[in-house]
């Protein structure tokens, strides 16, 4: 089983997004509430990450809301040893609906992966709670006080989020790579750069969706790399039945029937020599519609791959661009990518039956 630690730079910048924000909380917080503030801080920080619109930000908005509650009654009330927990736990969730956010799932997070992200958080709060105030104070003797409590709310800021680390463990093959190496070895020189040039692209732009990004863009980025795929094997088959030896070997035996049809002098073995010479030349016929389709697969495997290319620059120019322009900037990309998994659907006179060799 193929197990595989998937978006690297979602963890990281949800990993960063929370150590900056526990430690801007934690450096204005008393050392008795380190581990509340730091909780609170990461979970605002994580809501407040750029880049998100609409329910994406709803969602976070709610849950660091959840976090926050539970932290600021933990300070009030510090003999309900279970609001620290609790509020570790909605730090959890909130890194789950993140990671879902990330996948573009149009589903509901499974209930599992809820209950390991609150368990994983409520430790990484208990932890908090008997670490930070001795880190800050061993701090606190090198760097002012403030420093020292904002270095602290940092660390925990990091710990939990590798706490996370777990929402980024799948298990199972990539459906698009396991496609790629199933054919990789029976796809000709050509077409195989092709083939692993729309699976390049199609990684390096599933890397680069922004958080928030409308949630069937991955969906269609996967499906028109899957279609690449299917027209590289296609591609790949035609090449196979079009092949010039095999034209070649046509053209001489229906030559070479028709020179024998002009100088046959019995009428019966003349007509037979042309009956089988026209049955060549259907041959040479379909063999020509076979080498037309293939030159179409071929082109169609080149705009697929330019597509999904042009996909992965999109979404790189997209970094740093406001909300609203980026938000208009993903609707005309999930359209593009619509239209070209449309175009491939409608597509079906590629598929030709490679010709058969008839005596």
Request: charged share 20%; aromatic share 4%; net charge neutral.
């Amino acid at each position: 089983m193929d197990v595989r630690f998937e978006d690297h730079a979602q963890f990281q910048r949800t990993a960063g997004l929370a150590a900056l924000g526990a430690g801007v909380l934690a450096a204005m917080a008393p050392q008795l509430a380190l581990a509340p503030a730091a909780a609170a801080g990461s979970a605002i920080a994580v809501a407040l990450a750029p880049g998100l619109v609409g329910p994406a930000r709803r969602r976070r908005v709610a849950a660091a809301a959840a976090c926050v509650l539970a932290a600021g009654a933990a300070v009030v009330n510090a003999r309900a040893a279970w609001l620290l927990p609790l509020c570790g736990a909605m730090l959890g969730v909130l890194f789950a609906i993140a990671r879902r956010d990330s996948t573009q799932e149009a589903v509901v997070q499974p209930g599992w992966v809820m209950a390991l992200a609150a368990a994983l958080g409520a430790g990484a709060a208990l932890l908090a709670s008997v670490a930070l105030a001795p880190l800050a104070a061993a701090l606190a003797a090198l760097v002012p006080g403030w420093l020292a409590n904002g270095a602290s709310g940092a660390a925990f800021g990091l710990w939990a989020g590798l706490a996370a680390a777990p929402l980024h463990v799948a298990a199972g093959a990539d459906a698009v790579e396991a496609r790629l190496n199933a054919l990789r070895f029976s796809l000709p020189q050509e077409v195989r750069g092709l083939a692993e040039r729309a699976v390049a692209a199609r990684r390096g732009a599933a890397e680069e969706l922004p958080a928030g990004a409308r949630g069937d863009l991955r969906g269609l980025i996967d499906a028109l790399a899957l279609a690449a795929l299917d027209v590289a094997e296609r591609t790949s088959q035609l090449s196979r039945a079009a092949a010039p030896a095999l034209e070649e070997e046509l053209q001489r035996r229906f030559a070479q029937l028709q020179k024998s049809a002009a100088e046959a002098e019995d009428p019966s073995a003349r007509s037979s020599y042309q009956r089988a010479a026209e049955a060549l030349e259907g041959q040479l016929e379909h063999f020509r519609r076979v080498r037309r389709a293939r030159e179409r697969a071929l082109a169609r495997l080149h705009e697929d791959v330019a597509n999904l290319e042009r996909a992965r620059f999109s979404l790189t120019l997209l970094h740093g661009s406001d909300a609203a322009r980026g938000a208009a900037e993903l609707d005309l990309l999930h359209d593009r990518l619509q239209h070209g998994a449309l175009a491939f659907e409608a597509e079906e006179d590629l598929a030709v039956a490679p010709p058969r060799a008839r005596a």
